[in-house]
C-alpha cells in the first residue's frame, strides 16, 4: 500500500513539474483498445469509420449524415473527465452543411446535449461557439479537448482547449445539462445518480449532405483524472 501511495504521488509531482496551460497528460500516438473494438462502432452510422491505426478515417456520402464512434458506457456523476482528440480534413470538401465533430449527451428519452465541437465551412472548428481552428488551418492536424466534472448539484465544471490551450471554461454548474440550462427554464429537476453518458465523435450532420465529406481522427482518448492541473478562470 504505502508503495502504491508513493507511486502515485510520484507520478502527480512529475506531471505538475511539466508546467504547461491545459491538460498535460500525454497521449499515445497508437489508437487505445476501445476505439479498435466493435463496440465502439455506432450503429446510427450511415458508413461506418475506417479505422486504420493510428488513424481513423470518417466518410460521407451525399445524402447521408452520420459516420461516428462512440463510448461512455462507464461514465458516471462525480467523476472527472477528459476526452478529446487529433482532426484534420481538406477545407474544400465542405459544403454548407454544419458538422457535429464531438457531442456529449446525457443518455434519456430524448437525450440532453451536454457540449459540443461544431464544424462548418464560414468559422471552421467551434467549442462551445468559440473559435478554434480557422477554415484555411484544418489541412493540419489540431487537437480538440475538454475536461469535465460530471455533478448535479452546482458543483461541476467544463473546460475545453483547442491544441491546449483553453478557449472556454465555467464553473459551478451542474454538467448533467447543457450549460445555459437555468431552473426557471424547467432544468431545475435532479438527475439519479446512476445516469447514463454518452460522447460520440467523427461527423455528425442534422441534415444530409449535399456533397461527399472525409476528414480523419488520430489520438481519440478519454480518462478519469484524479491530478486536474492547470485549472482555467471562466472564458
Known amino acids: ?55 481513423v478515417h470518417f466518410r460521407l456520402a451525399p445524402g447521408q449524415r452520420r459516420s461516428n ?27 454548407a452543411t454544419p458538422i457535429t465533430l464531438s457531442r456529449l449527451v446525457r443518455v434519456g ?50 473546460e475545453a482547449f483547442c491544441d491546449r490551450k483553453p478557449v472556454w471554461g465555467r464553473r459551478n454548474l451542474r454538467t448533467t445539462l447543457p450549460p445555459d440550462c437555468q431552473d426557471n427554464t424547467g432544468c431545475g429537476t435532479p438527475v439519479t445518480r446512476h445516469t447514463q453518458f454518452e460522447w460520440t465523435m467523427g461527423i455528425m450532420a442534422d441534415h444530409p449532405v449535399q456533397r461527399p465529406i472525409t476528414l480523419q481522427m488520430r489520438r481519440i482518448h478519454q480518462r478519469i483524472l484524479l491530478y486536474i492541473p492547470n485549472r482555467i478562470a471562466e472564458k
Open 109 to 158: 428519452a430524448p437525450d440532453t446535449e451536454i457540449a459540443t465541437v461544431q464544424l462548418d465551412r464560414t468559422r471552421g472548428i467551434t467549442i462551445m461557439g468559440r473559435s478554434c481552428v480557422a477554415p484555411h488551418d484544418l489541412i493540419n492536424w489540431h487537437r480538440v479537448e475538454m475536461r469535465i466534472r460530471l455533478n448535479d448539484q452546482g458543483r461541476g465544471f467544463l
Open 69 to 95: 464512434l462512440r463510448t461512455g458506457e462507464d461514465w458516471r456523476i462525480r467523476q472527472n473527465r477528459l476526452f478529446g482528440f487529433d482532426v484534420r480534413l481538406d477545407p474544400s470538401t465542405l459544403g
Open 1 to 55: 500500500m504505502t508503495a502504491r501511495i508513493a507511486l502515485a504521488l510520484s507520478v502527480v509531482l512529475s506531471l505538475a513539474a511539466c508546467g504547461g496551460e491545459g491538460p498535460i497528460y500525454p497521449v499515445d500516438k497508437d489508437l487505445y483498445e476501445w476505439v479498435k473494438a466493435p463496440t465502439a462502432l455506432d450503429p446510427r452510422s450511415d458508413q461506418p469509420p475506417r479505422v486504420a491505426d493510428p488513424v
